[in-house]
């Protein structure tokens, strides 16, 4: 099946330094790439949509220059927090599709990353 | 605007059976999904519907009705851990699923 993996899976940083998450689809090419983040006991927030080749999408009040995404590649989007700050800590999950794949059943169906614990201290 | 309502919390016994239901306000319907998360981790799949109708996986069943907006995912013969959020999603026209807040679900011996 189609496995989608995150690294680093938690990374605990000082206040104002950078961190990159990377979100790799391991065995199919994902056109599309969708960066979410979590708080504790809320439901998923989409920040972006990321689509290989172009400009990442952000949804309204996600801050584009604080939250850099690249999709560079069909198999790889990096979510980059800039000047972190501890409002960001937060449960960061990625999801990848790819409908022209045999992987996926429904054209509308996502497979998600595990997902990256942030902590800024 | 687009809208989905699930309740946020439930709780049901061991071998038990529940139902969780969820409605949706949608322009526009590419389907609805049921994801599975466990505290801590991302979501799982559960079930995707298109058409109206029961769909049976094992001990999940997933409910579509269309023309109520309305969705349930049925939980039998409960077990320890099952307890997690269930996330009720629907794809709009760019693929973006569309959350509702997830209801929590928590069982018991």
């Known amino acids: 099946g189609a496995v989608v993996s995150q690294h680093p899976s938690w990374v605990i940083c000082k206040s104002g330094t950078s961190v990159k998450i990377e979100c790799r689809s391991l065995?199919?090419?994902?056109?599309?790439m969708f960066w979410y983040r979590q708080f504790p006991k809320q439901s998923l927030m989409l920040m972006a949509t990321?689509?290989?080749?172009?400009?990442?999408?952000?949804e309204q009040g996600v801050e584009k220059d604080k939250f850099l995404i690249n999709h560079a590649s069909l198999t790889l989007s990096t979510l980059t927090v800039t000047s972190a700050h501890p409002e960001d800590s937060s449960f960061y999950i990625c999801?990848?599709?790819?409908?022209?794949?045999?992987?996926?059943?429904?054209?509308?169906?996502?497979?998600f990353g595990p997902g990256t614990r942030l902590t800024v201290l | 605007g687009q809208n989905i309502d699930q309740p946020t919390e439930m709780t049901a016994t061991e071998g038990a059976i529940v139902q969780i239901n969820c409605t949706y306000q949608?322009?526009?319907?590419?389907?609805l999904f049921w994801y599975q998360q466990h505290a801590g981790e991302a979501p799982t799949f559960l079930s995707y519907?298109?058409l109206d109708g029961l769909e049976e996986k094992g001990r999940f069943s997933s409910f579509l009705s269309r023309s109520k907006g309305y969705s349930y995912l049925l939980l039998k013969e409960l077990q320890m851990k099952d307890s997690a959020s269930y996330l009720c999603?629907?794809?709009?026209?760019?693929?973006?699923?569309?959350w509702g807040a997830g209801t929590k679900l928590i069982i018991k011996p």
């Open positions: 999801s990848a599709r790819d409908p022209s794949g045999s992987e996926f059943l429904f054209n509308n169906e996502q497979f």
């Open positions: 065995d199919f090419q994902a056109t599309t």
């Open positions: 990321s689509n290989e080749g172009s400009k990442a999408t952000y």
């Open positions: 949608t322009s526009g319907f590419n389907g």
């Open positions: 519907n298109v």
């Open positions: 999603a629907v794809p709009d026209s760019n693929y973006q699923l569309i």
